[in-house]
């Protein structure tokens, strides 16, 4: 069993890593690369990537975009969440306000379950924005300290 597993290993290892014929001579896998690196001085085309030739400069614009990015969402999901808590504190105590100025003839038990669902489903939704707000504006306000320091340097 051992050996079976060895020799699959063996036989798959050798073919990612032995060259692959492309249509193109140019042109030799990336998986070889001792392969790679001998073609390289004979006119191989190589693929760089547009990040890997960026400058310093360039990256750090690009965070400092993605970063005021962060900030901005996390005011909107911190305004939204404020927004419902203080909605779901008014609606609750106008509930509250004429489940008290009831009568006596109507379903206490019914006018209670109408005040706590509509409070438990505002405050459950109003802490989870305020829980995904708080800390993007948080990291989104320090990220972009850092990176307009980096850029003013």
């Known amino acids: 069993m051992k050996n079976s ?4 290993f063996l036989l798959f290892a050798k073919n990612i890593f032995s060259e692959t014929t492309f249509s193109n001579k140019n042109e030799t896998s990336y998986f070889n690369f001792t392969t790679a690196c001998t073609h390289l001085s004979a006119n191989k085309n190589l693929v760089v990537s547009k990040n890997f030739l960026a400058t310093n400069e360039e990256t750090e614009l690009s965070d400092l975009v993605k970063a005021k990015r962060l900030k901005i969402s996390g005011a909107v999901f911190t305004a939204i969440g ?10 609750t105590g106008i509930l ?10 109507t379903n206490k038990e019914f006018a209670q379950v109408g005040i706590i669902i509509p ?4 405050y459950a939704s109003s802490a989870v924005m305020l829980t995904i707000g708080l800390p993007q504006l948080g990291v989104g306000i320090h990220k972009t ?9």
């Open 5 to 8: 597993l060895l020799i699959s």
């Open 82 to 91: 404020g927004a419902g808590l203080i909605g779901t504190t008014i609606l």
């Open 96 to 105: 509250v306000h004429s489940y008290n100025n009831q009568s006596s003839t």
């Open 119 to 122: 409070a438990l489903l505002g």
């Open 145 to 153: 300290k850092k990176y307009k320091k980096l850029i003013s340097k």
